[in-house]
């Protein structure tokens, strides 16, 4: 069925250690996004592409990174310049916005 | 700067109340709106969304939502909340050519049996 699905639910990340956290969709569409959701701070954008091969810095992009070598595949990399990764990070696609389960992402 | 400004953090009904959450936008232009439901250990739904044409939109579960232009603002109402609207909602606005949605910070809504 269609849809956009994230990989791994939860992730465990030990100091200085970069992760990745995967975004696949189905739905064709040419958007997507990572948002970082904190408690009582609502959805804050990371990263956005808005094509294949091209992507743009959101407003808490600092510690992050991400590719689009494919129009189905977003990933996120918490890299260890990332001082507080743990949070709920969500992958959603399209312009009317279609949202992933998310992962959970725990420094340990 | 466009922003999303939602009243409420944090609401308690009990059963069969009447719900509306406040949600305002600081932008002039044509905007599209959204609202989302998190319900407890779950991802992020579409409950509504407004483009263009009758203010009031209907969405999914009995929520409605009017849009009122005059005063940049997009409430979410349902008449009679159950116990299982216990959800964390959230507005959203898209504004101009920019396909990025900028965010309220949640309104956390408890509903008791």
């Known amino acids: 069925d269609g849809g956009i699905t994230q990989s791994p639910k939860y992730l465990f990340r030990k100091e200085g250690q970069n992760v990745t956290l995967s975004c696949e969709q189905n739905l064709n569409h040419d958007a997507m996004y990572w948002y970082r959701q904190d408690p009582g701070q609502g959805l804050r954008l990371i990263y956005y592409?808005?094509?294949?091969?091209?992507?743009q810095k959101g407003d808490i992009a600092e510690g992050y990174s991400v590719s689009r070598e494919k129009k189905e595949s977003f990933p996120l990399t918490v890299t260890s310049a990332q001082k507080n990764p743990t949070a709920f990070y969500l992958c959603a696609t399209g312009g009317g916005y279609t949202f992933g389960s998310g992962t959970r992402l725990t420094v340990v | 700067a466009q922003s999303v400004s939602q009243h409420n953090h944090h609401v308690i009904l009990s059963e069969a109340a009447s719900l509306e959450l406040g949600c305002n936008y600081s932008?002039?232009?044509?905007?599209?709106l959204f609202w989302y439901v998190q319900y407890p250990g779950q991802h992020l739904q579409l409950l509504l969304k407004?483009?263009?044409?009758d203010p009031l939109v209907k969405g999914i579960k009995g929520f409605e939502a009017e849009f009122i232009k005059s005063k940049f603002s997009f409430n979410l109402r349902k008449p009679s909340v159950q116990w299982s609207d216990t959800a964390e909602y959230f507005c959203?606005?898209?504004?101009?050519?920019?396909?990025?949605?900028?965010w309220g910070l949640g309104t956390s809504l408890a509903v008791n049996p």
């Open positions: 407004y483009f263009s044409g």
């Open positions: 959203a606005v898209n504004a101009g050519n920019n396909r990025k949605l900028i």
């Open positions: 932008y002039g232009g044509t905007v599209n």
């Open positions: 592409s808005q094509i294949v091969n091209d992507f």
